[in-house]
């Protein structure tokens, strides 16, 4: 009996620090989280996850309220624009973009920012060393890391959408035409996680970063030469490129492949997309770095010319369910990016 009543103690024992390890982690988890103000209402959120040694490689996580125990939500990732070379001025510039994070946090959704390393430290040149633009890496990296978190916040790994403007959207859209950077055998627990998403969003996006193409897409005579963004992404001087357009095609004829998320554009792809433009830049012929032009490329492939001329597919060809709008306000933008993102997740959801 003596035996019989020390083995009960000794269960009971085990079972009240289980138990107490248990609320201890969950009381730990609620604690890691800050309260945050979004557009003047308080959300959980988790500030400056790491997702790789350099400073500029953090994420910011924000979580809706009234959330139900035991329910996943689908997250929607920001990543903010700039040319490649600018860092956001702080992560909460994002909140009130084209992708603001009260309206998918009201919605249910959880939202997450991301900050990558710049092209003014990284310029790209394809090479054994770097195989892909740091920005693009840094992209997929960071969606690795959100799905290696998931399930200590309660979201779903299969729930995922991204976007983002201008460089921020071609971050996004080469994570998604990309072929999958997952290592399942890595001893890096974030490289065994997928870097594909199926829901994305693109506003002011250019589709192709092939500086050649894009000044032929673009046909105006104030566009002869790569702006800023594109010179500095392979390591040019602004004016370096016009003084010798050959030469530096040549050397950088592979890097402008790996970048432009057109390249990795086939018949495997599995997703979803909104591409968005708006109306202030002035419309086709424009000249503008943001112009529809691209939107357009990407869906349908026009200018037919040109799409020959360098090898493109496009969605239309591939029938790849896409929307496209050439001249929308601002207004008009964030409505369009949410209602598309919030269709797509349900329907993914279903599948």
Known sequence: MKNLIKLVSVVLCNLIIVLVSVLFALDSQAQSYQQCKVQGKNFRCLKNISYGSHALQKIDLYLPNNVQAGIKMPLVIYIHGGGYYMEQVNRNSGIKGTMPARKYLDDGMAWATIDYRLSGEFPFRKSNSMPYPVQMADGARAIQKLRQIASTHS???????????????????????????????????????????????????????????????????????????????????????????????????????????????????????????????????????????????????????????????????????????????DSQMVDQVFGFLKTCLRHRMEK
Not at 175 to 180: E, L, Y
């Open 155 to 329: 979201l779903d790994k299969n729930k995922f959408a991204v976007g983002g403007s201008s460089a921020g959207g071609g971050i996004s859209a080469w994570t998604v035409m990309h072929d999958d950077l997952k290592k399942a055998n890595s001893s890096d627990p974030v490289q065994r996680e997928s870097s594909k998403v199926r829901c994305l969003g693109l506003v002011n996006t250019q589709t192709t970063l092939n500086i050649p193409e894009v000044i032929d897409l673009l046909d105006h005579p104030d566009m002869q030469e790569p702006d800023e963004g594109l010179s500095y992404l392979y390591g040019l001087k602004l004016g370096q490129w016009a003084r010798a357009p050959k030469y530096w095609n040549r050397v950088l004829a592979a890097s402008y492949l790996e970048a432009s998320p057109i390249s990795h554009l086939d018949a495997s792809d599995d997703f979803e997309v909104i591409m968005v433009h708006s109306s202030s830049i002035g419309g086709y012929g424009s000249g503008n770095i943001h112009g529809a032009e691209f939107g357009r490329y990407l869906s349908t492939g026009e200018p037919a010319n040109i799409a020959k001329d360098y090898g493109r597919t496009n969605l239309k060809k591939l029938g790849i369910k896409n929307q496209f709008y050439s001249s929308l306000d």
